[in-house]
């Protein structure tokens, strides 16, 4: 508070004597005052929502995974999956498929991350607007709505942080890169082609990468084994393929998933 006499002096709690009389003003929050309120306010909402995380993982006499001497858990799980095509939209669509899928993992020992590595297989049927152009001949084949059968082959590498560890449920979010080594054979109505040549392809191979996003729970059941439930997006870009004029595809393949965990 600041004193004057005949004049006034603002104070900075906002007190001010003017001509002999004392009033008080009313001001407005500054915008760093406000700032500063928020994230206060953030840290005790997110005080406030760790602490029950933190009492539930105190928790004993609860089964929990074994790690193992090496600290490693694995999963082998099967599911379907949708496959979404970006592009080329118009001349490719696939039915829904069958998903593979075997996992390891290790701890990090540091905010419940750990690193993953897994091995999939997807398996899809579905139809393409098909165009081969022989080099020998120069001829080129074209087919509409050709049926075929894509296998895909998959190394994923990637990070896992479970919100809850060392309990009998545990959420989790995951993501990474992966590969893959594709196969599209096409079936039995690409016979037709043989009115225009016998230089046509019946199988295309093709490689591809992206990167994927997860989450999911894994529930334990007894101190060796549990359950984990999925779901699985991915973006993938695969390089051209001959059968489809030379054209790329990116696709966007949704999975679900159920695994079975164990220890190792």
């Known amino acids: 508070m600041a004193w004057a006499y005949g004049g006034a002096v603002n104070s900075g709690c906002g007190l001010d004597w003017a ?11 500054t915008r760093r005052q406000m700032g500063n309120f928020r994230v206060k306010l953030g840290l005790c909402i997110l005080v406030l929502l760790w602490a029950p995380l933190t009492a539930a993982q105190s928790l004993r006499g609860l089964p929990s995974l074994p790690t193992g001497g090496k600290g490693l858990r694995g999963s082998v799980g099967i599911g379907f999956t949708d496959i979404k095509t970006i ?22 020992d540091f905010m419940h991350l750990y690193l993953t590595v897994g091995l999939g297989y997807m398996d899809a049927s579905g139809v393409a607007n098909y165009s081969y152009t022989n080099l020998s001949s120069s001829t080129t084949y074209t087919s509409r709505d050709l049926a075929f059968r894509a296998r895909s082959y998959e190394l994923a590498l990637g990070l896992k942080l479970k919100l809850i560890d060392d309990y009998w449920f545990r959420p989790y979010v995951a993501g990474g890169g992966l590969g893959n080594y594709n196969e599209v054979s096409y079936g039995g109505g690409i016979a ?13 191979t093709i490689m591809g990468s992206g990167y994927s996003l997860e989450a999911g729970i894994e529930i334990d059941f007894s101190e060796r084994f549990g ?3 999925s779901a699985r997006q991915s973006t993938v870009q695969t390089k051209p393929l001959e059968t489809l004029g030379e054209r790329t595809m990116k696709l966007r393949p949704e999975v679900y998933f159920l695994s079975l965990l164990f220890g190792l």
């Open 192 to 204: 037709a082609l043989s009115s225009v040549g016998t230089n046509y392809k019946s199988k295309d």
């Open 227 to 229: 359950l984990k439930l």
């Open 87 to 108: 592009s080329p939209s118009a001349d490719v669509k696939f039915e829904r498929g069958t998903f593979l899928f075997t996992q390891l993992e290790r701890p990090f």
């Open 19 to 29: 001509f002999g009389r004392l009033k008080w003003k009313r001001r407005s929050p």
